[in-house]
């Protein structure tokens, strides 16, 4: 059994060389990096208005239930990687059906805890509820568009297509599984922050279950699938639950994208869930599907969102 940490590949290559295969796929791929770039104006607007906020007004409960929600999804996926320091592989139908039942809890949260919340608020503040639903519609779009752009411009690994991103070959196959979980957790911890943003225990909690729940088996499938590339298990293990930190620094980033004026708050809401939707549709279920698994992934989709359903009546 083959437990020594995987080969480096030599970085050669000059930071400008580097400069210049990122314009290379700038240029390649047009669409999403005007869609990233019209992102991240997005975002620095809603930043820029929250920091102005929130340094003339005292600091809300959001701040600090944001910041337990992130240190509880940190937790989870530290827990859900531990059994990988005995266990080099699970049967892979267990591992689908678990990662399709995350998925489930992702989809269940995204529309109960982030995109009804968000209509609601919306409706409220313009008085019209196709208003509201544009403006959510609005967050949403944003959200897509910046997992679009991560997804284009961070070199990163997928099982089914290879190394991504620009000039991948000069990261080694760690790093881009690390930029792949990152990939994952932001928009987790990005929801936690924005749902607490107003200190909405009833929005924020069922929400923050969820994604601690469904951080379990995502954080055993990260940790086996760094101890399958090479990586010795102590090692795996850590990597997996240093990934687990962008949740916190999500939920921080969520509470500053969503505090400030009132349409902020329903614009986050929109934002989190675009981004949550897209990993769920683009990574997690095709990787649920791609190993001839589709019935048990389907049905542990099926009961993670019954679950958080439950979860979102009982909570909210």
Same mark, same amino acid.
């Given at each position: 059994?083959?437990?020594?940490?995987?080969?480096?590949?030599?970085?050669?290559?000059?930071?400008?060389?580097?400069?210049?295969?990122? #314009? /290379?796929?700038?240029?390649?791929?047009?669409?999403?990096?005007?869609?990233?770039?019209?992102?991240?104006?997005?975002?620095?607007?809603?930043?820029?208005?929250?920091?102005?906020?929130? =340094?003339?007004?005292?600091?809300?409960?959001?701040?600090?239930?944001?910041?337990? !929600? !992130?240190?509880?999804?940190?937790?989870?996926?530290?827990? %859900?990687?531990?059994?990988?320091?005995?266990?080099?592989?699970?049967?892979?139908?267990?591992?689908?059906?678990?990662?399709?039942? $995350?998925? %489930?809890?992702?989809?269940?949260?995204?529309?109960?805890?982030?995109?009804?919340?968000?209509?609601?608020? =919306?409706?409220?503040?313009?008085?019209?509820?196709?208003?509201?639903?544009?403006?959510?519609?609005?967050?949403?779009?944003?959200?897509?568009?910046?997992?679009?752009?991560?997804?284009?411009?961070?070199?990163?690994?997928?099982?089914?297509? %290879?190394?991504?991103?620009?000039?991948?070959?000069?990261?080694?196959?760690?790093?881009?599984?690390?930029?792949?979980? $990152?990939?994952?957790?932001?928009?987790?911890?990005? /929801?936690?922050?924005?749902?607490?943003?107003?200190?909405?225990?009833?929005?924020?909690?069922?929400?923050?279950?969820?994604?601690?729940?469904?951080?379990?088996?995502?954080?055993?499938?990260?940790?086996?699938?760094?101890?399958?590339?090479?990586?010795?298990?102590?090692?795996?293990?850590?990597?997996?639950?240093?990934?687990?930190?962008?949740?916190?620094?999500? $939920? #921080?980033?969520?509470?500053?994208?969503?505090? %400030? #004026?009132?349409?902020?708050?329903?614009?986050?809401?929109?934002?989190?869930?675009?981004?949550?939707?897209?990993?769920?549709?683009?990574?997690?279920?095709?990787?649920?599907?791609?190993?001839?698994?589709?019935?048990?992934?389907?049905? !542990?989709?099926?009961? !993670?969102? $019954?679950?958080?359903?439950?979860?979102?009546?009982?909570?909210?």
């Amino acid at each position: 059994m083959r437990e020594q940490a995987v080969r480096l590949i030599p970085v050669s290559a000059t930071s400008g060389s580097w400069r210049k295969s990122l #314009f /290379a796929h700038i240029r390649a791929h047009r669409v999403a990096a005007g869609g990233l770039g019209l992102a991240l104006l997005g975002v620095l607007a809603l930043l820029v208005q929250s920091l102005f906020q929130l =340094a003339t007004m005292e600091v809300g409960p959001g701040l600090h239930y944001a910041a337990l !929600g !992130g240190l509880a999804g940190l937790v989870a996926t530290s827990l %859900g990687a531990l059994p990988a320091l005995g266990v080099r592989s699970v049967p892979q139908m267990l591992e689908d059906s678990l990662l399709g039942f $995350a998925a %489930g809890m992702m989809l269940a949260a995204s529309a109960f805890s982030l995109l009804l919340p968000g209509l609601a608020a =919306a409706a409220d503040i313009l008085a019209s509820k196709s208003l509201g639903a544009a403006v959510v519609v609005l967050g949403m779009a944003l959200g897509v568009l910046l997992m679009l752009g991560l997804d284009e411009f961070t070199p990163h690994e997928h099982d089914e297509t %290879g190394p991504c991103g620009p000039a991948p070959e000069r990261c080694d196959r760690v790093w881009l599984f690390v930029f792949a979980i $990152a990939l994952h957790n932001l928009p987790e911890g990005m /929801a936690i922050g924005v749902s607490f943003s107003q200190g909405n225990m009833s929005v924020g909690l069922p929400l923050t279950t969820a994604i601690a729940l469904q951080d379990i088996p995502e954080g055993l499938a990260v940790a086996l699938a760094l101890r399958s590339a090479g990586l010795a298990p102590g090692f795996a293990v850590w990597v997996a639950t240093a990934s687990g930190l962008l949740e916190p620094l999500g $939920a #921080f980033l969520g509470v500053g994208l969503s505090s %400030g #004026f009132a349409l902020a708050y329903p614009i986050g809401l929109g934002l989190a869930a675009g981004a949550m939707l897209f990993v769920v549709s683009h990574e997690v279920i095709p990787h649920t599907h791609r190993n001839g698994h589709q019935k048990p992934a389907t049905v !542990g989709l099926m009961i !993670g969102f $019954a679950l958080m359903m439950v979860l979102d009546t009982a909570l909210g």
